[in-house]
């Protein structure tokens, strides 16, 4: 089954797919996603996350959901490893 990633703004949808990894463990995926969507609206403010900077950060949550899930006991990575 493929997974998609989408939101939804004022100026449209968003989709990406998801990324293909080696699973480990997938706790913490939901809470990953999260935390890079709340960097993005601490730095570009709630309606600054549109458009490209939408799409730039969903495709950093899903990145760093995918490293999460290859790791055991939801280890989420540091920003150096996403920059």
């Known amino acids: 089954m493929e997974r998609v990633v989408r939101a939804v703004s004022k100026q449209g949808d968003v989709r990406l797919t998801g990324v293909h990894i080696a699973l480990s463990d997938t706790v913490g995926?939901?809470?990953?996603?999260?935390?890079v969507l709340l960097e993005s609206i601490a730095?570009?403010?709630l309606d600054g996350l549109c458009g490209d900077w939408l799409f730039a950060t969903l495709t950093r949550a899903v990145r760093a959901a995918a490293i999460t899930c290859?790791?055991?006991?939801?280890?989420?990575p540091k920003a150096s490893e996403l920059d």
Not at 29 to 35: L, R
């Open 29 to 35: 995926a939901g809470d990953t996603v999260g935390a």
């Open 43 to 45: 730095k570009y403010g």
């Open 70 to 76: 290859s790791r055991a006991g939801a280890q989420p």
